[in-house]
């Protein structure tokens, strides 16, 4: 007969037991981790018969960004706005996939507390090679009044008014990890239950790391500050740090939680082609901005913290440098020198 093991609590139990400790919190936090975590273990399934099925694929649309839109973007997309639509805690949704935000005007949603942005399924091209790929989210308290439809303004908010952020990676095995200002804590799914159970608490990201993480097909269309770090990464040796490994899977979420593990630096930058990039502010930088300062790391897009940006626009790109806080260090030294 099998005991159940108490000391490990379930994402429910854990965001509950954090509840605790706020006798003014309404649960409504909670309530959309549940949520989240509802829809990421849907998307799961199917993920993980992407090999299997018809599922794989073009879609035939190509999405705002005029990228070719995969089959599973679209389910996953659909998953998270079905969740979050049916809960009774967010009142509005953008998403990388959708040309504009969704408010969900009805009464339960009108008093909603949260707007969340997401991406729900990134790095789609590594869908067909069997590699890891991932579910980012962005969670904003609004600011319009309760009560009434959110508006465009709930949305875009810096980053640094974010109460939550989190992702899901759908990896060798499947976690969720999400921050608040409290700490950053990761939980896997043990596929036999179900449940995402508490595997990583309290995530802290390593002071310094060996690992750097970039697309070095695009070298010599990066700034010379960038090129310049890129090349002290190379030549370290065990004089000062290194020797560095380069690793780049191209699925930004097994990047930037491989990093946020081990220790490292993971950066988009501007290229002569795209000057700001390719990543996404409000789905893709945000969130790792947020969830990388709270586990003690930093994010810059090269000029100004992450966090501190105001947006403009919805999809807007944004150059994206993020990691261990001494090797943010060393590269911003190196745009330094160059200025
Ligand atoms: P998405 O699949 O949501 O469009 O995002 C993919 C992103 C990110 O995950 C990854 O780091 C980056 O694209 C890789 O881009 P390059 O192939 O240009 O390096
Ligand atoms: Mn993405
Ligand atoms: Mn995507």
Redesign the pocket.
Known sequence: MSTINRKISTLDEFTIQQLRDFPHATGELSRLLRDIGLAAKRINVEVNKAGLVDILGDYGTVNVQG?DVKKLDIFANNQFMGVLRHGISCAGIGS?EMDDFVIFDDEISNHSKYVVLF?P?????NIDVNVSIGTIFSVFPRISPKGQPCTREDFLQPGKKQVAAGYIIYGSSTMMVYATRRGVNGFTLDQSIGEFCLSHPDIKCPESGRIYSV?HG?FFQYEEGTRNYIDTCQKKDKTNGGPYTQR?I????A?VHRNLIKGGIFM?PGTTDKPKG??RLLY?CNPFAFITEVAGGKATDGRQRILDVQPTELHQRSPFFVGSRSMMEELEHHWQAVK
Do not use: R
């Not at 191209?250 to 979420?253: N, Q, T």
């Open positions: 990228e990388e991406d399924l990134d790095g789609s091209g697309n695009n780049y191209g699925s930004m979420v990047d988009y390719k990543l893709e």
